[in-house]
């Protein structure tokens, strides 16, 4: 059975503030998601949005996210995750990992790539 996903442009990679990060919804294998989409100069990356220590959204509000220092915190209660690996160094989840999602940058968009 096929379980690729089709081809899904995500945003733009103008979309996505220098040092920022923002939400988009993605159709992945389990149904439609969350997913963040961090950019730092030309670097992207992306994660779910489910925090690992009590399974909320990251946001604050809908699409807009706290990340201080290269730190992507969690608006529930304050876990800290790093952009890079989404390694969590501090609150409540220290230790885990936010959940990647595979993405590539072509032709200035972010493409999923599951
Ligand atoms: S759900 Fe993210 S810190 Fe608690």
Avoid at 1 to 10: I, N, S, Y
Avoid at 15 to 32: H, N, Q, S, T
Avoid at 84 to 103: A, M, W
Wanted: with cysteine; net charge negative.
């Amino acid at each position: 059975m096929d379980t690729t996903t089709p081809d899904q442009a995500l945003c733009r990679l103008d979309d996505i503030p220098d040092g920022g990060a923002i939400a988009v919804d993605a159709v992945l294998r389990d149904g439609e998601e969350s997913v963040i989409v961090l950019r730092r100069d030309d670097a992207v990356r992306a994660y779910m949005n489910i925090c690992p220590h009590a399974g909320r959204r990251l946001d604050w509000a809908p699409g807009k996210f706290l990340v201080k220092d290269n730190l992507l915190i969690c608006a529930a209660h304050g876990a800290s995750f790093q952009d890079e690996d989404g390694l969590c160094v501090g609150g409540p989840c220290r230790g885990e990992h936010l959940r990647s999602v595979g993405i590539r940058v072509a032709d200035g968009e972010v493409w999923l790539d599951e």
